[in-house]
């Protein structure tokens, strides 16, 4: 069961949040949705989950229309909202109960026994909710999100503000959700979306700047090293792409520098040459791959 997306626009007072954007989410992969804050990652979310409705533009969840199939839509759809509201005054078994009332789920017990172990809250489930800890209180809002068995699961920061250990708890039990499902993944972990997901959607703006599997931008970008340099006096980029044309600059500020380098070569002593030819001084000069942050910042820079 597929998403899809065609010229979805949302726009707040006089605000575009979402502009014209387009983009599909396919089955048994997790879309890592991705941008700065205010870049409208939750409220293509919120319009997927029928949660919101988009001022323009049409979004299709199993080939359903998000606007004129709202209820079957949310049947569908499992949401982790990023705030993860829960009953904190209720119990783990208690809440899940609620919610599995709420889906009118036959075999109710059965089914949040089964959620219950498969999120590793059996020894927590009969705790009150205000009790756990920021870990145990994710699972159970991915709990919430998959009672019903959802074909498509929408995850808004599900890891935010989670430990290194719970960090990688919960990617595994995200990764073991993926068979036969859609999800969306969003988080501002950069190296979490890039070890999870399959596809990568940068937003910007309102505006979609990156759209592809993660392989083939891995595959663009595994040539390519990104080199940080200061000096001791700024120095023109002509002097940078006259070294090498294939430069591109993510950063450049006074004398601050952070470089691109298309061809793959190690130019920092060619950079180190030009510097002193110029009478100026390098003070610091560190080389290192491009990755799935550098791709980040590129195409997000103002």
Known sequence: MSI????LTKVYSTQKAIDNIS?????????????????????????????????????????????????????????LPESNPLYPTMYVKEFLTFIAKIHKLKNASQRIDEVIESVGLTK??????SSLSKGYRQRVGIAQAIIHDPKVLILDEPISGLDPNQIQEIRQLILKLKKNKTIIFSSHILQEVESICDKIIILNDGHIVA??????????????????????KSMSKNVFQDIDPTINFVKSE?????????????IREAIFDRVVADNNKILSMAMQKKNLENLFKSVTKV
């Open 254 to 266: 006074g004398n601050h520098y952070i470089i691109e380098v298309g061809s793959g070569e190690d």
């Open 124 to 129: 927590e489930k009969h705790k009150k909710i």
């Open 23 to 79: 983009f599909e989410a396919m089955e048994g992969q997790i879309t890592g949705l991705v941008g700065p804050n205010g870049a409208g990652k939750s409220t293509t979310m919120k319009i997927l989950t029928a949660s919101l409705t988009a001022d323009g533009g049409e979004a299709y969840v199993g080939g359903l229309n998000v606007s004129d199939d709202e209820m079957k839509v949310k049947s569908m759809v499992g949401y």
């Open 211 to 232: 759209d592809d599997e993660l392989s083939h931008l891995q595959k663009d970008y595994s040539q390519a090293i990104v080199i940080e340099i200061e000096l001791l």
């Open 4 to 7: 899809k997306v065609e010229g």
